[in-house]
Nanobody, 127 residues
């Protein structure tokens, strides 16, 4: 079983930055591909970005490309999401997710493909 705990959410003005972090435990971190998802009220949960087990495959949703950066620290069992140039439409609950694909380069981008989820952290961007 994998436990995921997010931190770093909060209230920020448009154009500002936040850094989300997710701490993983319960399984060798190197065996996990990590993803960030978000869900705004009344909307479905959507993929934001993800990083493969070996860190070589990184994908982002088109809506955040150029503004968000995902990274992983295997020594600390953590994944981070640096969010810059935030917009009001980025307001949502942000969730860390993990799965354990066989291939180190594999990265999934849809919610059903992830086995483990954190509780979420709220990000609110004011205009």
């Amino acid at each position: 079983q994998v436990q995921l705990v997010e931190s770093g959410g909060g209230l920020v003005q448009a154009g500002g930055s936040l850094r989300l972090s997710c701490a993983a435990s319960g399984r060798a971190f190197s065996r996990l591909a990590m993803g960030w998802f978000r869900q705004a009220p009344g909307k479905e949960r959507e993929f934001v970005g993800g990083i493969s087990r070996n860190g070589y495959t990184i994908n982002y949703a088109d809506s955040v490309k150029g503004r968000f950066t995902i990274s992983r620290d295997n020594a600390k069992n953590m994944v981070h999401l640096q969010m810059n140039s935030l917009k009001p439409e980025d307001t949502a609950a942000y969730y860390c997710a993990a799965d354990s694909p066989e291939y180190t380069w594999k990265l999934h981008t849809s919610t059903p493909e992830y086995d483990y989820w954190g509780q979420g952290t709220q990000v609110t961007v004011s205009s």
